[in-house]
């Protein structure tokens, strides 16, 4: 069972920065795909950006282009998620996923998901 572990969430500005952190289990074709999604109060989960370890393929929402980076340190079975220019419409619960298919897809088609981590952007 892969296990995925979010942290480095927190209260922050608006335009400031945070990175969020999830550390996978494991880094096999069972997680070819990592992403992040967020869930607002009283809203669905939403696509946020998604990668696959080796960095060729990123694809991101609209709302977080140009503002969010999805990274990875291999080594570590490690992917981030850095965010700049954090407004408040961005606050929400952060969500890491991995699915076993090298295919980013921005759907909650994903395999395994982590317990999430708290954003919170005041004005």
């Known amino acids: 069972q892969v296990q995925l572990v979010e942290s480095g969430g927190g209260l922050v500005q608006a335009g400031g920065s945070l990175r969020l952190s999830c550390a996978a289990s494991?880094?096999?074709?069972?997680?070819?795909?990592m992403a992040w999604f967020r869930q607002a109060p009283g809203k669905e989960r939403e696509f946020v950006a998604a990668?696959?370890?080796?960095?060729?393929?990123?694809r991101y929402a609209d709302s977080v282009k140009d503002r969010f980076t999805i990274s990875s340190d291999n080594p570590k079975n490690t992917v981030y998620l850095q965010m700049n220019s954090l407004k408040p419409e961005d606050t929400a619960v952060y969500y890491c996923?991995?699915?076993?298919?090298?295919?980013?897809?921005?759907?909650?088609?994903?395999?395994?998901w982590g317990q999430g981590t708290q954003v919170t952007v005041s004005s």
């Open positions: 990668g696959t370890w080796s960095g060729s393929t990123t």
């Open positions: 494991e880094r096999s074709f069972r997680t070819g795909t």
């Open positions: 996923a991995a699915r076993s298919r090298f295919v980013v897809v921005v759907t909650p088609d994903y395999d395994y």
